[in-house]
């Protein structure tokens, strides 16, 4: 017999109710469980808001994950394709049927990616996205190893964990093989006396290609890396590097794999990350958060029309039961018609400046902040001990320093992901001029209790 609580209608449960159900059975991923106790009871969103249980509204100053990219008042087109899907056809199993809502989405993405980027698979996820690409590139070219950048991150899965370059990859332990990192072409950890930035790109280009020859070409299945790196940092690839991996990989037969799970659909200022690279077509794309605006999950796992060839005789092997699912597809399809037909690319592209503009003035009145990246409307801050010791190995004091930080962040009304040292700025793609100006006052002013916190 069900408790009687279950009786009243969603929506009517007291803040008491949902705290006691809360502490009882909810479990927590990437923080330990007891961070429930400090996690707001959000009630709803509006526009570039969410709000709590006691009223209080907070400025979404990442997208939570950098994946509500329309905020919280989704346009009428995508409420009603989805729940005139959900109405129509709530489910069909991928394999079993075919739909109006595939073939159009699937012509949809075909039609704004590049080049002959053309065969589509749509699974539910990022790392979803990110384990078919592996799985793509393994069956078509017969090769298995993957190489990444440290600092990437791919996905919680077996594999696109084990793909992932940063700290994230530890809590799995390294149990996958077939993984080969190699050093992000970034200047900032490049330390050549004198070299310039196109010596310094080419010295890069030589390393992974010396990496390749030792782990073996014809071992080498693909190169995989964010077009942007997201969570590690917004970190750029530097001109002349992607055309250089693409010079590469066609001469070893690799495929070349980029990740747009976190910039995909705007977040740059173009509409793939990959596109501020001239020329460049990578074999594969995968993205996922912004191709839906967070609302339903679902990502997808683009291949050109060579290796959409090579799977026309063969199976690719992998899917799950919520691949291209039917009325996730159809929330997709009417958000990136929205997204083009309202130009928000091009309001990303206007507000970039502004963003960059007051990201600059930040990091130069805030002692705290060593240095900063921007492209499109998303940014980040670096936060530096006041002794200079790497954040990265001394992370204490700067871990203690963000609790404080936390704290006045939501107090000044932001709610948004930290990863320590870094600080993002990614809001809505929506967001007005006025709303993204308003969202840097309250950072400037929580931004005092971070410098006091660390001891500047
Ligand atoms: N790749 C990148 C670049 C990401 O940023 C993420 C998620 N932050 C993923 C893959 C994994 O996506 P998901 O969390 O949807 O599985």
């Not at 790109?201 to 992974?208: F, R, V």
């Not at 460049?280 to 605006?293: E, H, L, N, Q, R």
Request: contains cysteine; glycine residues 10%.
């Amino acid at each position: 017999k069900l408790s009687p609580e279950h009786d009243q209608p969603m929506g009517t449960w007291s803040t008491e109710q949902i705290r006691n159900a809360t502490s009882q059975s909810v479990m927590m991923t990437w923080a330990p469980g007891k961070a429930k106790h400090n996690t707001p009871l959000i009630t709803h969103g509006e526009g570039v808001y969410l709000y709590d249980d006691q009223g209080k509204q907070y400025l979404d100053w990442t997208s939570q994950a950098v994946c509500s990219n329309v905020g919280y008042t989704l346009p009428e087109s995508v409420l009603q394709a989805t729940l005139q899907q959900m109405t129509q056809l709530p489910f069909l199993y991928g394999g079993l049927g075919l739909c109006e809502t595939r073939a159009r989405l699937s012509q949809l993405i075909a039609e704004i990616l590049p080049g002959d980027l053309q065969g589509m698979v749509f699974p539910s996820s990022g790392s979803e996205a990110n384990e078919a690409a592996i799985m793509m590139a393994r069956r078509y070219t017969g090769k298995y190893k993957v190489i990444n950048w440290y600092r990437s991150y791919h996905g919680g899965t077996a594999n696109s964990q084990q793909a992932t370059g940063d700290f994230r990859r530890w809590y799995g332990g390294d149990h996958v093989p077939g993984f080969v990192k190699a050093f992000h072409p970034n200047p900032l950890f490049w330390d050549l006396a004198g070299a310039t930035p196109e010596e310094r790109t080419q010295m890069a280009l030589n390393m992974l290609e010396e990496q390749i020859l030792n782990e073996g070409p014809d071992t080498v299945a693909m190169v995989q890396f964010e077009s942007v790196i997201g969570g590690g940092g917004v970190i750029v690839p530097p001109p002349g590097y992607m055309q250089g991996v693409r010079a590469i990989c066609d001469k070893y037969n690799i495929v070349m794999h980029c990740d747009e799970v976190m910039v995909g659909f705007g977040r740059t200022g173009k509409l793939f990350g990959f596109q501020h690279n001239e020329g460049v077509i990578p074999d594969i794309v995968t993205a996922a958060k912004g191709i839906t605006a967070a609302a339903l999950p679902l990502s997808m796992t683009a291949c050109r029309k060579h290796i959409m060839e090579y799977f026309e005789d063969n199976p690719l092997g992998w899917g799950s039961t919520y691949q291209a699912h039917p009325v996730a597809m159809a929330c997709a399809y009417e958000n990136v018609k929205y997204l083009i037909q309202n130009d928000i690319i091009g309001h990303v592209q206007r507000l970039a400046p502004i963003l960059e503009d007051n990201t600059r003035r930040l990091a130069e009145h805030h002692p705290c902040i060593k240095q900063y990246r921007c492209i499109g409307l998303f940014g980040c801050f670096d936060v530096a001990n006041p002794d200079g010791s790497n954040p990265q190995l001394q992370h204490t004091a700067i871990d203690k320093a963000f609790v404080e930080y936390k704290k006045a962040y939501t107090a000044n009304g932001l709610i948004g992901l930290m990863r320590p040292p870094h600080l993002h700025v990614a809001p809505p793609l929506v967001i007005t001029e006025d709303e993204l100006l308003d969202g840097f006052e309250r950072q400037d002013k929580a931004l005092y209790v971070l410098d006091d916190a660390l001891g500047y």
